[in-house]
């Protein structure tokens, strides 16, 4: 009895702008202000302006504040900061799970009971930073990498074989918080979902939801054919 093959449209996120990073710093230059108030020859002169400060003070204006030639993240006062550190390449790695169900199926007005097949697919690789091409708008860097199987008997079940590459927007929210944005079969970007991390290096989601098809053999329409469960987790480090 052929299985259903219908799990496509729920493996999308394997091929995934609010409020942006929050301000790195005070705006202040932190000099003192020269006094004003000396005359020629007593020793109190001023020229009225700020002192220059000793390092970068703000890490988002797009100033050099300490005039040493390098602004914002080229400047090594501002190495520490999270959004200086958005990285080039992203491991990634996600598990695909389907429990099959035990359906009823009808056929020329018998019901035969039908066992849907499970499947597991494990898929890595490594994420460049993009420069050119399918670009995700509005995200602050894009991602795109080939894919590779320790594991898929998914492509099988489905009939149509899982992607062989993978394309991710990000945008970084705070320290611990970045959207993930993908780009669809026909190019087009959407949301995915806003992910988390505990340490600023692995960022990881999960998910699960029934499947629903039309068996191509069953004369009894739509069933609960199984549950699929995606995992997918990006690691910066």
Not at 114 to 142: E, F, I, W, Y
Not at 160 to 189: C, K, M, Q
Not at 213 to 230: H, K, V
Request: glycine share 14%; net charge negative.
């Amino acid at each position: 009895m052929p299985r259903a093959l219908t799990l496509l449209p729920l493996l999308t996120l394997l091929v995934a702008c609010g409020d942006k990073k929050s301000s790195g710093g005070p705006d202040d230059t932190g000099g003192p202000p020269g006094d004003g108030g000396g005359t020629t020859g007593d020793g109190g002169g001023s020229d009225g302006g700020t002192a220059v400060p000793t390092h970068e003070t703000d890490c988002q204006d797009g100033h050099d504040e300490d005039q040493d030639g390098l602004a914002d993240c080229l400047d090594d006062d501002c190495s520490a900061e999270w959004f200086c550190n958005e990285p080039d390449s992203l491991d990634f790695h996600s598990v695909i799970d389907f429990v099959g169900h035990t359906i009823t199926c009808q056929v020329w007005g018998f019901d035969v009971d039908v066992d849907v097949d499970d499947c597991h697919a494990d898929a890595v690789g490594t994420l460049k930073l993009m420069d050119s091409g399918n670009l995700c708008p509005g995200c602050d860097r894009s991602y795109y990498g080939g894919l590779s199987y320790t594991t898929d008997n998914c492509s099988d079940l489905m009939g149509t074989p899982l992607p062989v590459d993978a394309i991710y927007g990000y945008v970084f929210v705070d320290a611990n918080t970045r959207e993930l944005w993908s780009a669809d079969e026909t190019g087009a970007w959407v949301m995915v979902d806003t992910i988390t991390s505990k340490d600023g290096h692995r960022w990881a989601m999960s998910g699960a939801d029934e499947v629903w098809a039309d068996p191509p053999d069953c004369d009894n329409g739509n069933q609960n054919i199984g549950r699929l469960s995606l995992s997918l987790s990006l690691d910066d480090r």
